[in-house]
């Protein structure tokens, strides 16, 4: 076998695997730049601050979401997830009178049972991802609102007594991004799971070819309950730097959430077909959401604007998708 | 074209017909030509060019060089429909039915009615005619769903029949999924068209069934025209080298190397299920154990049984002479198991992954030190079988999809070899896999059992099953209706007890 050089390999990975990559980031940089000149005052500090600012909680459930499609499934409760947790860690802050640091356990915890209750329903039970994680958006709104006694719930804010907590998991006192600081270190480490870990591999796998994967020997449900629960988690994760964020979490709310993630694994490059996906895609995608939605605002158009904006952005990268599919189809016949 | 050819006259001239794909020159200069009511064979190895050709017919791939000549006159089809209106129609293997629909809205799909709204009395009287015509025993109100693979054909040959001006019919590879009594069955309607005058190009690899049916045979090979033979002054083994180039030999075994006292490392006792019947088997270290039999004859189901891919009534296996308790796959893959589908892009492959990824997916936990995959391993590994199984593959990240079917199926058999079980079920290993791949799977299979590795191996080509196996059990109607030793076994034995069972009540 002859092996190819490096600049063969890079080459060949550029136009293949990684052109989606490639084109989410060109669109990232052109988009950033287009902002710059058309925008006021977009090249600055902070603007890119409140960029990141917008883009934690979207980019944790993302990272889940990312393991969901890959699958091939769809987790749509990880929105309500994230503000249902964050809800049920303010009922135990503000009435149990938990302190803060078990609320937060506390609030991984729920996303975790709701992940893994999806995981009994799609991986036991045999539901559609759609239908099952559509029941959980619903029941995860109202039950955590019910919890909740329908009150908004408060976090501390960075001058009452807790307020480490805001600045471990939002922003320091000097206003250095802490929730840039934790999204990299999970992106990282979910990377390394996704690509380095057998949970990763048999994810790629399923997505591929379920019934191929069982007749390997491999106990499938048992790996996508561990999926959909690692999704939850993720929402968890989500929810706390929501709270840190917002400081107040009003009940029912949080359903859309999720279609922005959602968004930003396709314009990633993830397909929902399956079998096809990368978290650094993903997150370029939620960067590129959020540059959308930042510098939007700042040719002071409406909000109505963003939403519109983010639509286009989306059907064209699955286009560019399937375009990529197609010439690569023809290529190798 | 003279008087005295009259008889021949060409109703198709496909010259000089040249594709190109980025990097593939998929056909070369190839030229076909199909006269008048003829039953013309077009054969070849895999990817020899026989479905591109197809497909400039057809109006499927319009970008090509060269002239075809139809009815007297160059055409040039722009489109499916373009081709199917004037007069050639083409059954894909791959059938392309709505399965929630009627047989009637199926063949009417795309011209339902000439308004808005729709009338199916009028499709349905249309289709009666149709099926009078051909005497198939269906109803245009049948859904699809509920119709057997052989009655699909049927219907998919209606529909190509249906375009009224329809001179041409193209059939590719239509007795893949058939079970011999269907096979006899489209032969008799075939005839009649070309009773008819339509001319029909017949695609198959099945080699004995051409010289059947065929009047003609043309052989392509790596996208070039290599020749036209008549059919029945042609003999099989020059057709073969035709299409590879190579004479390849297929000489039945005549005895079994394995012991009749070798130890027992799989029997299966009573397995009942919805379709088997009964069935009790024993396979022996080291032995080649051919099952014979007609499709849906139940050998898949009993495999799938012991592999538990199925859930299984009642029966028992017992592994190196002890009872098992299994209940799910990867319980047979602990005990030893593997099983090589019949139909490997469903069951046994992971197209859009890499040849590696796909290779190792079974063994991880052999590959894996503190939680993480050992990149540098797993490539040693793979490219051990690589070399081991001569793959045939740029790298070992190409992706499953690119490769030929042989190479498919060697990555498959690399997958199960490296989980290290003992016991290998092939499911028609050599389905859809061109001759030449063909003795290489063989070579291995006889490679793997001389180690000691013991092979059951489902074929329903009796010429397979009386090469490859030591000793060969028969199936029929989900039962067992035979068992024979390689010494004593001949197709006309294996054909008797295949068919024992049928037209039996059930």
């Known amino acids: 076998m002859n092996q190819p050089s490096t600049i063969e390999k890079v080459k060949s990975y550029l136009l293949g695997p990684g052109l989606q990559k490639v084109i989410a980031l060109s669109a990232l940089v052109v988009l950033y730049v287009f902002f710059g000149i058309f925008g006021a005052n977009f090249f600055s500090r902070d603007t890119l601050v409140s960029i990141f600012d917008s883009s934690y909680y979207t980019g944790f459930i993302a990272i889940g979401l990312t393991f969901v499609i890959i699958t091939s499934g769809i987790d749509l409760s990880v929105g309500t997830v994230t503000v249902g947790s964050a809800l049920i860690g303010g009922v135990a802050y503000n009435i149990w009178g938990w302190p803060i640091g078990l609320c937060l356990i506390l609030v991984v915890l729920v996303g975790i049972l709701f992940g893994f209750f999806n995981g009994l329903l799609i991986g036991k039970l045999g539901l559609p991802p759609f239908i099952a994680t559509l029941g959980t958006q619903f029941m995860s709104l109202g039950i955590c609102s019910v919890v909740a006694q329908v009150q908004t719930m408060r976090y501390p804010n960075i001058m009452d007594d807790d307020g480490w907590f805001k600045t471990v998991f939002f922003k320091t006192k000097t206003g250095f991004p802490m929730g840039?600081?934790?999204?990299?270190?999970?992106?990282?480490?979910?990377?390394?799971?996704?690509?380095?870990?057998?949970?990763?591999?048999?994810?790629?796998?399923?997505?591929?070819?379920?019934?191929?994967?069982?007749?390997?020997?491999?106990?499938?449900?048992?790996?996508?309950?561990?999926?959909?629960?690692?999704?939850?988690?993720?929402?968890?994760?989500?929810?706390?730097?929501?709270?840190?964020?917002?400081?107040?979490?009003?009940?029912?709310?949080?359903?859309?959430l999720e279609m922005y993630a959602i968004a930003a694994c396709v314009i990633g490059g993830t397909s929902l077909s399956g079998g096809v996906g990368s978290l650094v895609g993903t997150m370029i995608g939620v960067l590129v959401i959020n540059v959308l939605k930042n510098g939007l605002m700042s040719m002071s158009l409406p909000v109505q604007w963003q939403q519109f904006f983010i639509g286009v952005v989306v059907v064209a990268a699955v286009l560019l998708d399937i375009i990529r599919v197609k010439n690569a189809g023809k290529v190798k016949r | 074209m003279s008087d005295t050819n009259k008889v021949f006259q060409d109703i198709l001239q496909m010259k000089d017909i040249d594709v190109m794909f980025p990097g593939v020159h998929a056909l070369n200069r190839c030229s076909f030509t199909l006269r008048n009511g003829e039953i013309h064979a077009l054969v070849g190895e895999n990817g020899a060019g026989k479905s591109t050709l197809m497909k400039v017919l057809t109006g499927i791939y319009t970008d090509y060089e060269g002239e075809i000549i139809f009815n007297n006159q160059t055409v040039r089809f722009n489109s499916v429909k373009d081709a199917q209106l004037k007069g050639i129609s083409i059954v894909h293997q791959e059938l392309n039915l709505l399965n929630h629909l009627t047989v009637a809205q199926n063949i009417f799909i795309g011209r339902e009615s000439e308004g808005f709204f729709l009338n199916d009395k009028i499709i349905n009287e249309k289709t009666n005619e149709l099926i009078g015509q051909f005497r198939i025993n269906i109803k245009p109100t049948d859904k699809i769903s509920s119709l057997s693979v052989g009655k699909l054909q049927m219907v998919e040959i209606a529909r190509a029949m249906s375009y009224p001006n329809t001179k041409i019919l193209i059939l590719d590879e239509p007795t893949a999924a058939l079970s011999d009594k269907e096979t006899v069955e489209l032969f008799e309607k075939i005839r009649e068209l070309k009773a008819k005058g339509i001319a029909v190009i017949f695609i198959s690899h099945r080699m004995a069934e051409l010289k059947k049916i065929a009047d003609r045979i043309t052989v392509l090979r790596d996208g070039e025209y290599v020749g036209t033979a008549e059919a029945g002054s042609c003999e099989i083994p020059n057709i073969i080298r035709m299409m590879v180039g190579r004479t390849i030999l297929q000489?039945?075994?005549?005895?079994?190397?394995?012991?009749?006292?070798?130890?027992?490392?799989?029997?299966?006792?009573?397995?009942?299920?919805?379709?088997?019947?009964?069935?009790?088997?024993?396979?022996?270290?080291?032995?080649?154990?051919?099952?014979?039999?007609?499709?849906?004859?139940?050998?898949?189901?009993?495999?799938?049984?012991?592999?538990?891919?199925?859930?299984?009534?009642?029966?028992?296996?017992?592994?190196?002479?002890?009872?098992?308790?299994?209940?799910?796959?990867?319980?047979?893959?602990?005990?030893?198991?593997?099983?090589?589908?019949?139909?490997?892009?469903?069951?046994?492959?992971?197209?859009?992954?890499?040849?590696?990824?796909?290779?190792?997916?079974?063994?991880?936990?052999?590959?894996?030190?503190?939680?993480?995959?050992?990149?540098?391993?797993?490539?040693?590994?793979?490219?051990?079988?690589?070399?081991?199984?001569?793959?045939?593959?740029?790298?070992?990240?190409?992706?499953?999809?690119?490769?030929?079917?042989?190479?498919?199926?060697?990555?498959?058999?690399?997958?199960?070899?490296?989980?290290?079980?003992?016991?290998?079920?092939?499911?028609?290993?050599?389905?859809?896999?061109?001759?030449?791949?063909?003795?290489?799977?063989?070579?291995?299979?006889?490679?793997?059992?001389?180690?000691?590795?013991?092979?059951?191996?489902?074929?329903?080509?009796?010429?397979?099953?009386?090469?490859?196996?030591?000793?060969?059990?028969?199936?029929?109607?989900?039962?067992?209706?035979g068992e024979l030793a390689i010494s004593e076994a001949s197709q006309e034995k294996i054909m008797e007890l295949a068919t024992q069972f049928i037209g039996e009540a059930h």
Not at chain 2, 251 to 271: G, H, I, Y
Not at chain 2, 342 to 357: A, I, P
Not at chain 2, 370 to 396: A, D, F, M, W
Request: net charge positive.
């Open chain 2, 251 to 481: 000489e039945p075994k005549t005895a079994s190397a394995v012991l009749p006292d070798a130890p027992v490392v799989l029997e299966a006792r009573n397995l009942v299920s919805p379709v088997i019947k009964d069935v009790s088997f024993q396979l022996r270290k080291g032995e080649i154990l051919g099952f014979a039999g007609l499709v849906g004859a139940g050998r898949t189901e009993v495999m799938r049984l012991i592999f538990c891919a199925d859930p299984k009534a009642s029966g028992e296996v017992l592994i190196n002479g002890k009872p098992v308790k299994m209940k799910l796959p990867q319980d047979a893959v602990s005990n030893g198991i593997g099983y090589l589908s019949e139909d490997r892009k469903r069951f046994g492959l992971m197209l859009r992954l890499s040849l590696l990824d796909n290779v190792i997916l079974g063994s991880i936990d052999k590959l894996i030190s503190r939680g993480l995959i050992r990149g540098k391993k797993s490539q040693e590994v793979v490219n051990h079988y690589i070399s081991e199984l001569k793959i045939k593959t740029p790298s070992l990240r190409q992706l499953v999809q690119f490769l030929s079917g042989g190479n498919q199926q060697k990555v498959v058999v690399a997958k199960w070899l490296l989980m290290d079980t003992d016991i290998l079920i092939f499911d028609e290993p050599t389905r859809g896999i061109d001759v030449g791949a063909k003795s290489e799977i063989y070579d291995l299979m006889n490679t793997l059992a001389a180690e000691g590795k013991s092979i059951i191996m489902i074929s329903s080509e009796l010429s397979e099953i009386l090469r490859m196996s030591d000793r060969i059990i028969v199936m029929s109607e989900g039962r067992k209706s």
């Open chain 1, 180 to 256: 840039a600081l934790w999204l990299t270190l999970f992106a990282v480490l979910a990377i390394v799971l996704l690509n380095h870990t057998k949970l990763g591999r048999y994810t790629f796998a399923i997505g591929c070819n379920e019934e191929a994967v069982r007749l390997s020997g491999i106990h499938t449900k048992n790996w996508k309950i561990l999926i959909y629960t690692l999704s939850g988690f993720f929402a968890g994760l989500s929810g706390i730097i929501y709270a840190a964020t917002y400081s107040a979490i009003t009940p029912q709310t949080g359903n859309g």
